[in-house]
């Protein structure tokens, strides 16, 4: 049976949501809208429709494409519906609807579009990527997904990727060879920023401490940096003395506490630090 998370993690966990919808939103609503830089997504095809029916704003297509889809998700999956996807892409859809009131955007913040395009782009692959990490999304195209993916066997990965390029090459048509192309670069630097951002976040530094004085080692892990570990018995190969083998896995700042703290108290030992991405276990991340 799964337990149940802490208060703690939980409201953690919502405050990093709603963090990464407020850099999506920002990234999108003064960077992409007044430049009309469409990379795909719902976002992108609101630039577009926007500029065919210029009666509504980006904005409103954006919470009108997204109410859309939320009412699908519900329809298909029913109560089992993501609840993080629904308050993010509502959260998304609201915010934009109210920056519009509030900061009406008629131009550029600037005169450098590649300058604007970077913002543009890294704002939102850094909010996708908190996003992601926690098991949610800010919805759109992802909600398409999954319904695709329950009733057909389309690559989903593949399918997605198509439709941005779609998305994207319309831009071209609609705003010019210019911005089109400035769109194309924009959605190749999200497809990479994302994963980068991702893997940073996940990124963790798996220690191998080959010693033959582990006591003080062990206690410093357990009761100042809260973390556990495994100790394993070894033997040196050359000198066929006993050795204990500490295997461990820190966050980067824990990292550096223990790093500095065995150099300390055993300078002979032995140090292998790795890098690590995906961790399934107590203290990290669960099995899904």
Same mark, same amino acid.
């Given at each position: 049976?799964?337990?149940?998370?802490?208060?703690?993690?939980?409201?953690?966990?919502?405050?990093?949501?709603?963090?990464?919808?407020?850099?999506?939103?920002?990234?999108?609503?003064?960077?992409?809208?007044?430049?009309?830089?469409?990379?795909?997504?719902?976002?992108?095809?609101?630039?577009?429709?926007?500029?065919?029916?210029?009666?509504?704003?980006?904005?409103?297509?954006? #919470?009108?494409?997204?109410?859309?889809?939320?009412?699908?998700?519900?329809?298909?999956?029913?109560?089992?519906?993501?609840?993080? #996807?629904?308050?993010?892409?509502?959260?998304?859809?609201?915010?934009?609807?109210?920056?519009?009131?509030? +900061?009406?955007?008629?131009?550029?913040? #600037?005169?450098?579009?590649?300058?604007?395009?970077?913002?543009?782009?890294?704002?939102?692959?850094?909010?996708?990527?908190?996003?992601?990490?926690?098991?949610?999304?800010?919805?759109?195209?992802?909600?398409?997904?999954?319904?695709?993916?329950?009733?057909?066997?389309?690559?989903?990965?593949?399918?997605?990727?198509?439709?941005?390029? +779609?998305?994207?090459?319309?831009?071209?048509?609609?705003?010019?060879?210019? #911005?089109?192309?400035?769109?194309?670069?924009?959605?190749?630097?999200?497809?990479?920023?994302?994963?980068?951002?991702?893997?940073?976040?996940?990124?963790?530094?798996?220690?191998?401490?080959?010693?033959?004085?582990?006591?003080? +080692?062990?206690?410093?892990?357990?009761?100042?940096?809260?973390?556990?570990?495994?100790?394993?018995?070894?033997?040196?190969?050359?000198?066929?003395?006993?050795?204990?083998?500490?295997?461990?896995?820190?966050?980067?700042?824990?990292?550096?506490?223990?790093?500095?703290?065995?150099?300390?108290?055993?300078?002979?030992?032995?140090?292998?630090?790795?890098?690590?991405?995906?961790?399934?276990?107590?203290?990290?991340?669960?099995?899904?």
């Amino acid at each position: 049976m799964e337990r149940a998370k802490p208060r703690k993690q939980i409201v953690r966990e919502w405050l990093l949501i709603t963090l990464g919808i407020v850099c999506l939103t920002v990234g999108v609503y003064f960077f992409k809208f007044p430049n009309n830089f469409s990379t795909g997504g719902v976002s992108g095809l609101a630039v577009i429709l926007a500029h065919y029916i210029p009666d509504m704003t980006p904005g409103t297509f954006v #919470t009108v494409i997204n109410v859309a889809l939320l009412l699908l998700g519900f329809a298909v999956f029913g109560r089992s519906f993501g609840v993080r #996807t629904t308050y993010a892409s509502l959260l998304f859809s609201g915010l934009t609807w109210l920056l519009e009131r509030l +900061i009406p955007m008629q131009a550029p913040m #600037t005169s450098q579009p590649l300058l604007e395009l970077i913002f543009a782009v890294s704002l939102p692959a850094v909010g996708s990527a908190i996003l992601f990490n926690l098991d949610a999304s800010s919805g759109g195209t992802d909600i398409m997904a999954m319904v695709l993916k329950k009733f057909t066997h389309l690559n989903i990965g593949r399918a997605l990727m198509c439709s941005d390029c +779609i998305i994207t090459v319309m831009a071209c048509v609609a705003f010019g060879m210019e #911005t089109g192309l400035f769109s194309i670069l924009g959605l190749l630097m999200k497809s990479l920023l994302v994963d980068m951002v991702l893997e940073n976040i996940n990124t963790h530094k798996c220690f191998h401490i080959v010693t033959a004085h582990p006591e003080k +080692i062990q206690e410093f892990i357990v009761e100042h940096l809260h973390r556990g570990a495994t100790a394993l018995q070894g033997e040196g190969v050359f000198t066929h003395e006993g050795r204990t083998v500490l295997l461990t896995v820190m966050n980067r700042h824990e990292a550096i506490l223990l790093r500095n703290y065995i150099k300390r108290v055993d300078p002979t030992c032995f140090l292998l630090i790795t890098n690590t991405g995906e961790i399934i276990g107590k203290g990290f991340r669960g099995i899904n």
